[in-house]
């Protein structure tokens, strides 16, 4: 009896969703902004964020209601400032300062949760998980008053995976589409090296962008 209930709670709500996802269509859009990100070791070095760069296209597929799937693709920067100490044989110890920046082609596949609103303001909902492609990753050591050149660090993982969830705000501008502006907020699950200590980022990234 349990189960024929339940059965027929979900027919009732695909039902009375059917109607509203008929007149919902799939959206497309872009968005760009600031990307700030911090780091966190299991050998005790001391990141600091600093601010970076990223942007991203995305398409939203309604399934039921005010629910939908919304997959992106976009490039994020994860820039931080770190301070470590160097222990030279027989000498004291050394403290160095130093940037590191990770680059990323993202891939976040986010369920969305967008609910009807009066006037012209709407509001998106989402989550998911993503997977991120390295494209590089560099350091500058500091020498004196400035960084001195780009090394590349090694031992990076190509592929590392985490968990995504944002807020997208949207104006409508007539026909043209809507104006959007949010917060998306990235926490890494994987390690970015491929050995210890094991390096894992997580941060935001407020944008601005467009919806079609």
């Known amino acids: ?79 931080v400032s770190l301070t470590s100490t160097i222990l030279p044989p027989g000498q004291l110890p050394i403290t160095q300062e130093g940037r590191l920046t990770f680059t990323y082609f993202e891939f976040p596949l986010l369920l969305a949760f967008e609910p009807q609103t009066r006037g012209r303001f709407r509001y998106r909902l989402t989550a998911g998980p993503h997977v991120a ?35 997208m705000t949207m104006w409508e501008a007539g026909d043209f589409g809507s104006i959007a502006f949010g917060l998306q907020g990235s926490l890494d699950l994987s390690n970015l090296r491929e050995a210890e200590p094991e390096l894992r980022s997580r941060g935001i990234f407020a944008y601005v962008g467009f919806s079609f």
């Open 133 to 167: 492609l390295n494209q590089d990753a560099v350091a500058r050591a500091k020498i004196g008053d400035g960084f001195g050149n780009a090394e590349s660090v090694d031992g990076v993982s190509d592929q590392t995976y985490g968990l995504t969830a944002g807020l």
């Open 1 to 79: 009896m349990l189960h024929r209930s339940v059965a027929l709670v979900v027919l009732i709500a695909l039902g009375c969703a059917a109607p509203l996802h008929a007149q919902r269509r799939p959206q497309a859009g872009f968005k760009a902004g600031t990307s700030v990100f911090t780091i966190k070791d299991t050998d005790g070095t001391d990141f600091s964020p600093r601010a970076g760069l990223a942007a991203s296209v995305w398409v939203l597929y309604p399934i039921a209601g005010p629910f939908g799937i919304q997959g992106e693709a976009g490039f994020i920067t994860k820039a």
